[in-house]
C-alpha cells in the first residue's frame, strides 16, 4: 500500500491538488489556442477521457483573449501555460485561469513576479512553479554533471519559492522536469524533502508514444511508489488523449487510482499452450469493452497452470484444444466450446 507524502492542499477551481487528494491526471491542448472550438473540442475530449485539469498555451495577446473566451465554454478548471511574458500571465489571471504555470528560467524581474503575485491573490489564482532543466542557463553545457543538474534545478525552484513566500503567497504547486529519468527521479525526491507544496510530474519531452510510455513509467512510478506526486501529466508527442490513458494506467498499476472497468490479464504463453491466447484475449478485451464492473479477468494458455496462476481472478479463462475451462473466483464453473467461450463469458460477468 503506497503511503502518499503529506502536502499542503492547493485548490485549482473546483479540484485540489495535494494533501489526502486523489492524483490528479493533466495534459495539454495541441490545437492553436485562437481557434477556439478546436481547443473547446480537444479539452472536453480530455475531460470524457478522465482528466481533470489541462493546461493550455497563451504565447500572445491574441491568444490570452481566446483563452478567456474558451474558459467560458468548459466545463474543467483550465490553467494558462506562460513564457516569458508576465503581461500575459496577468491577462490570463484576469481571463479566469485558475492556474497557470511560470518557468523561473525565463520570468525572472522581481517586480514582474510581484505583479503576477499579486493578481493570483487577487483572483485566487494557483501558481505552478515549473523549473525545466533545458531553460536554466547555467546548465546549456553539456559537461555540466548530473548531481550538479539536479543541484541547480532545486536551487533555482528554492529561489523563486522564497520569493513567492515573502510576497505572502502559498498557493503554489512545484515542478521540475528534464528529458532524463533519473534526473527527473532524484530532483523530485529532493523537492518532496524540502519542501511542503504539491508536486506535479512530468518527464518532458518524452517522445512519440511508443517511446514515451516506458521512461513515463519508470520515472512517475518510481516517485508514485514512493508516495511522491500529487498531479501528473505524460509528455508524448501527439494526441493529447494517448497522455490521459497513459497516466490512468500508471495510476492504476499503483492501486492509485480505482478501477471502474475489467482488467485483462492474460499469459505470456509457452511451450504448453492449448489455444491461441492473444487472439482470445483480443476478443475478450473488446467483448468487455462497455464494462463498468473493476473484475479481473484472466486469458491462460491452459488448464494445467492457468487455474492456480489465475487464482486470484474474478474468472479465469483456461484454454484446452478446441474448449476452455471457465473458473470463477478459482472454482471450475464451466468447460465450453471454443465457440461459445466470450458468449459464456458474458454472461458470467452479468453475474456479478
Ligand atoms: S498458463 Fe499455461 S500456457 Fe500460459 S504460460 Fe503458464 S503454463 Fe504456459
Known amino acids: 500500500m503506497i503511503k502518499r507524502k503529506k502536502t499542503k492542499a492547493v485548490k485549482v477551481g473546483n479540484v485540489t491538488i495535494g ?8 495534459s495539454m491542448t ?8 478546436k481547443c473547446v473540442k480537444q479539452v472536453n475530449q480530455l475531460a470524457q477521457a478522465g482528466c481533470k485539469l489541462v493546461r493550455i498555451a497563451v504565447p500572445t495577446k ?7 473566451k474558451i474558459v467560458q465554454k468548459v466545463k474543467i478548471p ?34 514582474d513576479i510581484f505583479r503576477i503575485i499579486d493578481a493570483a491573490k487577487m483572483h485566487d489564482t494557483a501558481i505552478r512553479i515549473g523549473v525545466n532543466e533545458a ?3 547555467d546548465l546549456k553545457q553539456d559537461n555540466v554533471s548530473a548531481d550538479k543538474r539536479v543541484g541547480l534545478m532545486l536551487k533555482e525552484l528554492k529561489q523563486y519559492v522564497t520569493l513567492f513566500e515573502s510576497r505572502d503567497f502559498e498557493n503554489i504547486v512545484l515542478s521540475a522536469k528534464s528529458s532524463n ?5 532524484e530532483v523530485n525526491r529532493l523537492i518532496s524533502n524540502t519542501f511542503q507544496y504539491p508536486i506535479h510530474l512530468g518527464l518532458t519531452h518524452a517522445g512519440l508514444c511508443e517511446d514515451a510510455q516506458i521512461p513515463s513509467a519508470v520515472c512517475l512510478g518510481s516517485l508514485l511508489s514512493e508516495g511522491i506526486g500529487d498531479t501528473v501529466r505524460i509528455s508524448i508527442a501527439g494526441n493529447p488523449v494517448v497522455e490521459v490513458g497513459v497516466a490512468r494506467s500508471i495510476l492504476l498499476s499503483l492501486g492509485l487510482v480505482e478501477r471502474q472497468e475489467p482488467e485483462i490479464i492474460v499469459c505470456p504463453t509457452c511451450g504448453r499452450t492449448q489455444i491461441d491466447v ?8 473488446k467483448a468487455v469493452s462497455e464494462c463498468q464492473k473493476p473484475l479481473r479477468i484472466a486469458v491462460m494458455g491452459c488448464f494445467v497452470n492457468g487455474p492456480g496462476e489465475a487464482a486470484d481472478a474474478d474468472l479465469a479463462i483456461c484454454g484446452g484444444k478446441g474448449k476452455a475451462y471457465i473458473y470463477k473466483k478459482g472454482k471450475k464453473t464451466a ?18
Not at 490545437?31 to 472550438?37: C, K, L, M
Request: glycine share 4%; proline share 3%; no cysteine.
Open 181 to 185: 529519468t533519473a534526473r527527473t527521479i
Open 278 to 285: 492473444v487472439k482470445l484475449a483480443k476478443k475478450v478485451k
Open 135 to 137: 531553460s536554466i542557463r
Open 62 to 68: 491574441a491568444d490570452t483573449a481566446a483563452f478567456a
Open 78 to 111: 483550465l490553467i494558462a501555460d506562460i513564457h516569458f511574458s508576465a503581461q500575459r500571465a496577468i491577462e490570463a489571471i484576469e481571463a479566469g485561469a485558475a492556474k497557470i504555470r511560470l518557468n523561473p528560467g525565463n520570468i525572472k524581474n522581481r517586480k
Open 30 to 37: 495541441k490545437v492553436s489556442t485562437q481557434d477556439v472550438g
Open 335 to 352: 468447460v465450453v466450446p471454443e465457440a461459445v467461450i466470450i458468449e459464456t463469458v458474458l454472461q458470467l460477468i452479468d453475474k456479478f
Open 19 to 26: 494533501s489526502a487528494s486523489p492524483i490528479v491526471v493533466q
